[in-house]
């Protein structure tokens, strides 16, 4: 995000991170923000690759208190296997209960999980 353009701030709400980038990205549309690319914004890293402590330096360099990850699906995961999470010194989790995110029209369009490592 350092290459952004001055004054640019990313807040969006959970349904525009669901219905507009999410949606574009698995469309294969990762350039349809006009001038910036929706990569730029939301970048694609396997978190699961890093501890924590490693991620800010290198890839938030917005809100230290909430970062957005693009998180490639691997193929086994497709098949209906876990994702498997372990780094070289633990291992990120789900916790608690699975949020819902709902479009305008009150319809459920995704799932919203907090990770803890």
């Not at 296997?81 to 009150?106: C, H, I, M, Q």
């Amino acid at each position: 995000m350092e290459d952004m353009p001055p004054g640019f701030r990313f807040y969006p709400t959970e349904e525009e991170l669901v219905s507009f980038y999410l949606y574009n990205m698995l469309e294969g549309k990762q350039e349809d923000l006009n001038a910036l690319s929706i990569n730029r914004v939301i970048p694609v890293v396997d978190i699961y690759e890093f501890n924590p402590w490693d991620l800010p330096p290198y890839l938030c360099h917005r809100d230290p208190e909430q970062w957005f990850f693009f998180i490639p699906r691997k193929e086994s995961e497709a098949r209906g296997e876990r994702p498997k999470r372990l780094t070289d010194t633990g291992f990120w989790k789900a916790t608690g209960s699975p949020g819902f995110v709902y479009a305008l029209n009150g319809r459920s369009i995704g799932v919203n999980r907090t990770m803890v490592f």
